[in-house]
T-cell receptor, first 116, second 111 residues
Framework: GAVVSQHPSRVICKSGTSVKIECRSLDFQATTMFWYRQFPKQSLMLMATSNEGSKATYEQGVEKDKFLINHASLTLSTLTVTSAHPEDSSFYIC????????????FGPGTRLLVL | GNSVTQMEGPVTLSEEAFLTINCTYTATGYPSLFWYVQYPGEGLQLLLKATKADDKGSNKGFEATYRKETTSFHLEKGSVQVSDSAVYFCALSDGSEKLVFGKGTKLTVNP
C-alpha cells in the first residue's frame, strides 16, 4: 500500500538553529503534500499545502519565512524550521496525495521536534 | 469556519466491549466525513469515510453513520480487540483538499 516516510523521527536542537524535516512518498507520486503540526492533546493543524514545482500555500497565521517548504520532486517535500525556538517544539506530520486516487491522503509517522 | 469536536479520551475498555467515540461537526454545505486511526509509531490511516447524509462507512468492524440532522459521525464497534488500541481522529473535508481534524481520542483495550 501507499507508504509515506518522514525523517528524522525525532530531533533535538538548540535554540537559533535550523532543522530540516523530509517527507517522502515511497511507492507513489504525489503532486500535493501537506504539512501539519500537532500540539499535545490538540488537533492536527494544517500549516501549509505543498505543490510540486510551485510555491507552498500557507495557512493563516503560519509564517512562511519561519517554516520553509520545498517540494522539489513528485516524491519529496521538505519542511525547514528556521531559527528554531522552544515554542516551535511540536509534532510535525506530513501527508501526501497521490496523482491517482486524489481523494485520499496518506500520512507519515510524524517528527517530534524539541528545541532547547 | 469548519470544526470537529470529538469525545475526549482516554478511553479504556476490556476486550469484547462495545465502543462508541462521539464526533460532531460544524460546517457549511455538505462536507465529507472521515475517521482516521493512528497505531503506535505509525502514521494516520484512513479507517472509514462517508460522503453524504445517511451514508454509513464501515471497515474492520467499525461503523459510522453520517447524520446531518444531528451533525454527527459517531464511531462504533460491537466488540473491540486489543489490537484496536490506537488514537482515533474524526475529520471533515468541505470539498477542498484540506482536512479539519478533531483532537483525537486514545483508546486502550485490555485483555
Amino acid at each position: 500500500g501507499a507508504v509515506v516516510s518522514q525523517h528524522p523521527s525525532r530531533v533535538i536542537c538548540k535554540s537559533g538553529t535550523s532543522v530540516k524535516i523530509e517527507c517522502r512518498s515511497l511507492d507513489f507520486q504525489a503532486t500535493t503534500m501537506f504539512w501539519y503540526r500537532q500540539f499535545p492533546k490538540q488537533s492536527l493543524m494544517l500549516m501549509a499545502t505543498s505543490n510540486e514545482g510551485s510555491k507552498a500555500t500557507y495557512e493563516q497565521g503560519v509564517e512562511k519565512d519561519k517554516f520553509l517548504i520545498n517540494h522539489a520532486s513528485l516524491t519529496l517535500s521538505t519542511l525547514t524550521v528556521t531559527s528554531a525556538h522552544p515554542e516551535d517544539s511540536s509534532f510535525y506530520i506530513c501527508s501526501a496525495r497521490p496523482i491517482i486516487g486524489k481523494e485520499t491522503q496518506y500520512f507519515g509517522p510524524g517528527t517530534r521536534l524539541l528545541v532547547l | 469556519g469548519n470544526s470537529v469536536t470529538q469525545m475526549e479520551g482516554p478511553v479504556t475498555l476490556s476486550e469484547e466491549a462495545f465502543l462508541t467515540i462521539n464526533c460532531t461537526y460544524t460546517a457549511t454545505g455538505y462536507p465529507s466525513l472521515f475517521w482516521y486511526v493512528q497505531y503506535p509509531g505509525e502514521g494516520l490511516q484512513l479507517l472509514l469515510k462517508a460522503t453524504k447524509a445517511d451514508d454509513k462507512g464501515s471497515n474492520k468492524g467499525f461503523e459510522a453513520t453520517y447524520r446531518k440532522e444531528t451533525t454527527s459521525f459517531h464511531l462504533e464497534k460491537g466488540s473491540v480487540q486489543v489490537s484496536d488500541s490506537a488514537v482515533y481522529f474524526c475529520a471533515l473535508s468541505d470539498g477542498s483538499e484540506k482536512l479539519v481534524f478533531g483532537k483525537g481520542t486514545k483508546l486502550t483495550v485490555n485483555p
